[in-house]
């Protein structure tokens, strides 16, 4: 049995006068509706919901203590109060939810947050720890993946599945820690011996408003997650990573940089193959040859961020560099989903910033002898500034452009393609997503690459409050058959 008391100890918390906290907690909750008697419940303020609203039902339905601001009106149940009740619930939660896997590692940045936790799994796995990677392709381990729909989860289901995983034997577990995550506590609690950064560039600043605060809701990570005596893998090439090592300097944890600039592993040489890359690596005064079965100078980035996490946490180096020629490419990030009967291979990528659609683009070009060519869409009710400069880089970069739908969500399709439209110059316009693969298909030759970004490994194209069944891989094999 877990008394209140007990997960309320030591913690910096205003508790209601007269409260008696031996109560049995039966589990935590930030939806009224999952709230069962002896449960704890979160209210929090945020952009469209106020969760204060719904103390009193959760109170009804069983809660037995609520964790709001000192302000929050709370009846019938305890009322554990804090001016940062998000960060509080998560602490409390955590205590509940122990224990997790011995060794956990964050990755944050812009693009390349699933890739390199995946890859961190991966690598684990091969050197004999039962691990896993929670983030945008669900939970997976080695037997199974399951779905969350969410690149970090909300902090019940979260440390739920860590605990989880801890009871399913995993050792060893890394996760994508994204700025709306980090921003809203929801990945508290457990101890992280290492956090990771990608890189930065321009997305979500409908949420943070501009690259400032959105690089300190990253920075989070290094600033308070990671353990005080954990490391940081730097990606060193980015335009921000100076700023970002100087955060990790900071707080004093040790540094693993890691790229052309980087000291732990230094990237040498980097040229493209058939099917991947071959990799001259400098560490520990030594040079390694890794050949990558994975394409792109960004996926030899997040490569080598994985590799460095996991060195960070034990990894010997010449075992890690090693195993890196046996990974295996991550769902929908640069996979081939099929080769047309015309031999154009077929690209399914993730890609839904400039930066991305840049680093995809630049990935394939030098595979391609022909047309490279490249066909994206913007997700509606979000960053609508990134619009046109998404057209600019693919018109830029690209032999041939066609914008379609991505995910229109609540606004209107045609007005999200005609801002993206707006930055590319001498770009196909054609909104079913569908028919617009079908037409990138059918255009291609058989020196020609056909790059479909923006939706990867996405199972669902969101329309108004609809989801329907959609599959960039499945369409286009389903195209090109």
Known sequence: MTRLAGLIDGLDAAVSAGAVLDANVTGFAIDNRKVAPGTVFGAFQGLRVNGE???ADAVKAGAIAVVARPEARVEGAIHIAHANPRRLFAQLAARYFAPFPDVTVAVTGTNGKTSTVELTRQLWRMMGHHAASIGTLGVTTSVDQVSTGLTTPDIVTFLSNMSGLRREGVTHAAFEASSHGLAQYRTEGLPVLAGGFTNLSRDHLDYHGDMDSYFDAKMRLFDEVVASDGAAVVWADDAWSDKVIARVAARGLRLLS??????????????????????GIEADGKTYKVNLPLIG???????????????????????????????QPVRGRLERAVISKAGAPVYVDYAHTPDGLRAAIEALRPHTKGKLIVLFGAGGDRDAGKRPLMGQVAAQLAD???????????????AIRAAVMAGATGAEEIGGRRAAIAAAIAQAGADDIVLLAGKGHEQGQIIGDRVLPFDDVTVARECAG
């Open 53 to 55: 609203d719904y103390i």
């Open 258 to 279: 890691v790229g052309e600039k980087g000291e732990a592993l230094r990237l040498v040489t980097r040229t493209p193959t058939q099917l991947g890359q071959t990799l």
């Open 297 to 327: 100078a960004y996926q030899a980035a997040n490569a080598l961020t994985a590799a460095g996490l996991v060195i960070a946490t034990g990894g010997d180096v010449a075992k890690v560099l090693e195993l890196l020629g046996r990974v």
């Open 400 to 414: 041939h452009v066609i914008v379609t739908d991505d995910n229109p969500r609540s606004e209107e399709p045609s």
